[in-house]
């Protein structure tokens, strides 16, 4: 039980450190943060990791996504359709809480190579990666 905490801690450290290093590089990029960790209520929600706003005010969902390897496909490609539909589920609650609906998008940001050889991650940072129909 004790081991099992632990991982699990260790695993939301390491996600925990991931989203931060995908929020600096968006930062250094120009996008404002907007909210981080949206939840939408419910059972079988969904989840944004970082909500960022473009400096020409399109509002962007972003799903961060680290893998140690490329093996499976690597990390960009874990953003598979139930993924996406859950991440689509949350935008909605969001933008259903605002006025107006700004122009939106669904980025990822796959951190390939994470935790090897104490190696930072390579960032590969995918604007539109799906939409709202949850197409790639």
Request: proline share 4%.
């Amino acid at each position: 039980m004790a081991e099992s905490r632990l991982k699990t801690q260790s695993t939301r450290s390491v996600g925990a450190a991931g989203e931060q290093r995908a929020l600096l590089h968006l930062q250094a990029a120009g996008l404002r943060l907007v909210a981080r960790n949206f939840k939408s209520p419910g059972r079988g929600g969904g989840e944004v990791d970082l909500i960022m706003r473009e400096p020409d005010g399109t509002l962007v969902f972003v799903e961060v996504r680290q893998r140690a390897s490329a093996s499976h496909g690597g990390a960009a490609a874990s953003v598979g359709w139930a993924k996406q539909r859950r991440i689509i589920f949350a935008a909605r609650h969001y933008l259903a809480r605002l006025a107006h609906c700004p122009p939106c998008r669904f980025d990822v940001v796959a951190l390939q190579g994470a935790g090897t050889d104490g190696a930072e991650p390579h960032v590969h940072w995918i604007r539109a990666a799906f939409d709202a129909t949850g197409h790639a």
